[in-house]
């Protein structure tokens, strides 16, 4: 049964021209007659470029009905991309399972949370990013007791409560830069009524105290000439100008 309120797909379209195919034969053809001068054997429907499946249907002329299309309906299927849409997202597997990035995720409406926490994760995933989760994480009830009116009235009083909700994503032996890119990404397709908060961390390779240590070495160098000028002269120095003066 068709559904005016669903809109119409490529595999609509193709069981549409398969039905009038099927309504042509067997107005042209009668049951036990050969074929008409324009028909050469049974027609073909092949799928076409919007499908993916290539395989090809075959279908008398004296055979139509209902059971040809629904063979029809089997062999066209929806893109692997447009599939994805309908199931979990895909994650990679994980080989060191060093921590990248700890990224949670806050809304006070869960149906926004879990969608974009399902977004953030085929971000992740698209990026070549091992991803975790997402992982609940216990709720935040904040309440309120507010007066409704003063003096005599100050027992009349009214509750606030608000709920906080979370979502835990974890990013193991992600490249700093792709965590940036991803994070970036992130915030720039926001969804509306859902706050982001990243924890990175960074790691060095051996031998950083050294380099550090030379570092500050050459700044106090370019510094020292500056802060000659900002007291901290030594006794004789600060004795000779005073007898200059």
Not at 82 to 105: E, F, S
Not at 108 to 135: I, K, M, W
Not at 147 to 171: C, D, G, W, Y
Not at 193 to 220: F, P, S, T
Request: charged residues 30%.
């Amino acid at each position: 049964m068709h559904d005016p309120y669903r809109p119409e797909t490529a595999g609509d379209q193709l069981r549409a021209e398969a039905r009038a195919l099927l309504d042509d034969a067997t107005s042209s053809s009668r049951p036990g007659a050969p074929f008409s001068a324009g028909e050469s054997g049974p027609t073909e429907l092949i799928a076409g470029p919007s499908a993916s499946s290539s395989k090809a249907v075959s279908i008398a002329p004296d055979e139509a009905g209902e059971e040809e299309a629904l063979k029809i309906d089997d062999e066209v299927r929806l893109p692997r991309s447009v599939q994805a849409v309908y199931l979990k997202p895909l994650k990679r597997r994980a080989v060191h399972g060093v921590p990248t990035c700890d990224l949670q995720l806050r809304s006070y409406n869960v149906r926004s949370l879990e969608f974009f926490a399902d977004f953030a994760l085929r971000a992740a995933y698209y990026l070549r990013l091992p991803a975790l989760g997402p992982t609940p994480l216990p709720r935040m009830v904040e309440r309120w007791t507010v007066p409704r009116a003063n003096f005599v009235h100050k027992k009349s009083q009214e509750n606030f409560e608000r709920i906080t909700m979370r979502r835990l994503i974890q990013i193991v032996d992600g490249h700093p830069d792709t965590v940036e890119v991803w994070l970036a990404y992130l915030r720039k397709r926001q969804y509306y009524g859902v706050g982001i908060k990243a924890n990175l961390w960074d790691y060095e390779a051996l031998g950083v105290g050294a380099r550090m240590d030379a570092e500050a070495d050459k700044v106090k160098e370019k510094l020292d000439p500056t802060w000659e000028h900002f007291g901290g002269w030594e006794e004789e120095e600060r004795a000779a100008a005073v007898a200059a003066w």
